[in-house]
């Protein structure tokens, strides 16, 4: 992408209705623009992170053996009156009557849509165990939506669901998604840290949140620093393994971790004074074991193994993948801008021509450019050095190419790591190599 | 996937409801289930295809040089008042009232909300030309919803909307999206007729319609036979060239195409007789430019070239992905079921394992589908021979790679073409390799 042709706006002031660095940043380098209270759209920088941050989702849940489908934003709200849930949800839930006057809601989640759907498909036990999931923009009309895409309403959510023939079933489909969280969270560099959570409004029996930390966070957290030192990529556990996972997750969850609502002083005095961590929170992930609370009102039942009739055994697993953008932001800034991780970064480099117009110049950022394709931006606007240097810090590239006319003419690039700063001289072929590297 | 542990239902009847093939097919081969009056949930088979569309859709955008963003759903109604569309949008507009009473609508299409969002950021002429295009879940309340996901209420459609210096501009801008529509819609295996058409209630001075024949079409067509005949691929014209791309565009549009609305029978009758061809078609993208039709209202004026100030030319383009699932299916099933082409088919091809627990038989499928990856479904299931080739013509795949003990004992498998119903003997090597050449 040349930026002379892009459409990747960057604003030099911050403006004012954003309270906290992810809101400000997400403004000021054009990653998305508010359209309505709590709404935003996406402009091309922040749709390509969006993009990335959902794809590690997916093939983590795919690799959990999840089945990705996709139902409708907006539902009925008969399936909702079957639960119980149309009138406990209360002033969140956005409703609608649409022209035959009947009563619609934009879906805030799915746990009534997706038992409706697997009950006119699945007839037996052996149409069990499976995990059905979905990324699809959900509603909650918050009274006070603040921090941008971290409180907004209109928000992109991964919500999975699972149906067991029994409890022992569940908690195995349960863990799967623990591992695939704690998975998915590492892949896009966060410090995720599982605590045991109130199932609050969907209920249930067994719950956990997934939270990072940031500064901003509207939780407080306690947790055992044994979190932040594994690499769960590396757990040498398979999702199919019934009894190697049963003792991985038992494994982690005796670390202890709690949210203020949660936290246990007589467990935490027992942690190790230098294993103790406490900070505030961020929570992007959230999953639940509720057993029969949706099934069985809405009458999912199947034939079992023996002739009887089950009602299946669920659970629920959200990742708030449009929230997780502005909580990597969070995790990964400075005074100058954002510091994108490698796997969800919109571009891997951003390649700066200091002096558009010099032959030299020109011809090296366009044989980089050329070489980078898709992984980078080129910036080949007429503007001044400065301004090239504070966008490019600001939208937080990985990597940025640097070139003037003096590099150009002893062949070489300056390099420089947006994380930690670092520069070197490179020839163009080491740049185009680290670059890929990641 | 392993279709025991799969969720890719089928459905032996044909749900009443289902008046067209594509409908009646959707529901047969669980390629969506219906939620809730013309809303679909799409499972598992259906969503890989809508995504394959939407990747051809996004990739000639991309190739015409449109930039991707993503606007939410919900709307204010604030925007369509300025333009004058709020009123005259009927009941069509599915309007909501949120907590705080604000009037709120479900986008049906975007032209409002892009302007603005241009307007932020567009300082001047050097920020033109702009082409904005996103691919986003639209509503419209139907009075009477049918045809599946062909007139469904909730509908997936990918907008473009350009932002041009002048008129002249404007109309490059429009046959750029011209070449790529026929581009994208010729890569599904279609052949899409461009249409003059009135431009409704979008309003403008120029617009087409690209048309796809289909019995079941809403309009009656007429056009030359010329269009049937041209690769739009190789045309060799490059979306950048102003000079050629008029040429072009101009020699495609002196063929005769028009819908019944638009139908001139002084000039059909200079198409000579062979090359007349009359039928009925459905409607899978429309592009229109009406200048500055939604620019003024909203106040989006830029710095001109010469110290004036302008107001920018702009142009709308639309496809119906979810739409156009349907209208492929409409053009590619017979009386078995579906026949993917193979640009969109879910997966490339089946498995059919007729005896599962036979080893020779297990032995050669595992190899085969542990070779073809997430291209195969393998149908793994205990059930009858009859059972799964009726599966597998219904779901569409294009081949079918056929083990039975004989077969496998032999070292070879049948391999079957869907689209033409050829079969052949041959190495699982072969096979494979047919197979990936698509």
Redesign the interface.
């Given at each position: 992408?040349r930026l002379s042709?892009?459409?990747l706006?960057t604003l030099k002031e911050t403006p004012a209705e954003a309270q906290i660095a992810s809101h400000r940043l997400m403004l000021r380098a054009?990653l998305v623009?508010q359209?309505?209270?709590g709404?935003?759209?996406?402009?091309?920088a922040g749709?390509r992170v969006?993009r990335n941050v959902e794809q590690i989702v997916r093939e983590e849940q795919d690799r959990a053996?999840a089945?990705?489908?996709?139902?409708?934003?907006?539902?009925?709200a008969e399936l909702w009156r079957a639960s119980g849930r149309y009138e406990d949800y209360g002033?969140?839930m956005?409703r609608?009557t649409?022209?035959h006057e009947?009563e619609?809601l934009?879906g805030p989640t799915n746990e009534e849509?997706v038992t409706?759907?697997f009950k006119?498909?699945a007839k037996s036990y052996r149409d069990l165990p499976?995990n059905?999931y979905h990324i699809q923009?959900k509603?909650r009309?918050e009274?006070r939506p603040r921090f941008g895409v971290m409180r907004g309403?209109?928000f992109l959510m991964k919500d999975a669901y699972s149906f067991d023939l029994d409890k022992a079933g569940a908690e195995h489909s349960y863990r799967q998604m623990f591992l695939a969280y704690l998975r998915t969270f590492q892949r896009m560099g966060l410090t995720a840290v599982p605590m045991r959570a109130d199932t609050g409004p969907i209920g249930g029996d067994l719950s956990h949140e997934f939270i990072i930390l940031a500064e901003t966070g509207e939780s407080g957290v306690f947790y055992d620093a044994a979190y932040e030192s594994t690499d769960w990529a590396k757990a040498d556990v398979s999702t199919d393994d019934v009894g190697g996972l049963k003792a991985f997750f038992e494994r982690v969850t005796t670390n202890y971790a709690a949210t203020d609502e949660m936290h246990d002083t007589a467990a935490w005095d027992q942690v190790p004074a230098e294993r103790r961590r406490e900070g505030r929170g961020i929570e992007v992930g959230h999953i639940f074991f509720f057993g029969t609370k949706y099934a069985a009102p809405l009458g999912l039942t199947l034939a079992g193994p023996d002739g009887t009739t089950v009602t299946p055994e669920m659970g629920s697993y959200g990742i708030g993948v449009s929230r997780l953008v502005g909580a990597l932001i969070e995790a990964n800034h400075d005074e100058a801008g954002i510091k994108w991780p490698d796997s969800v970064a919109p571009w891997a480099a951003a390649v700066l021509n200091l002096r558009v117009g010099d032959a030299g110049t020109d011809a090296m950022c366009e044989s980089l450019y050329a070489a980078l394709g898709d992984q980078a931006v080129y910036d080949d606007r007429n503007a001044r050095a400065g301004e090239k240097f504070a966008d490019a810090d600001l939208m937080g590239f990985p990597w940025q190419a640097i070139v003037g006319p003096r590099g150009a003419a002893a062949g070489k690039v300056e390099l420089k790591r947006r994380a930690t700063g670092e520069r070197a001289e490179v020839s163009p072929e080491d740049a185009i190599a680290k670059i890929r590297g990641g």
């Open positions: 992408m042709r892009a459409f706006p054009g623009r359209t309505a209270a709404i935003y759209a996406w402009l091309p749709l969006l053996g089945q990705e489908i996709l139902m409708p934003t907006i539902q009925s002033k969140e956005l609608i649409d022209r009947r619609m934009f849509v409706d759907i006119t498909y499976r059905l923009w509603f009309d009274v309403r209109e």
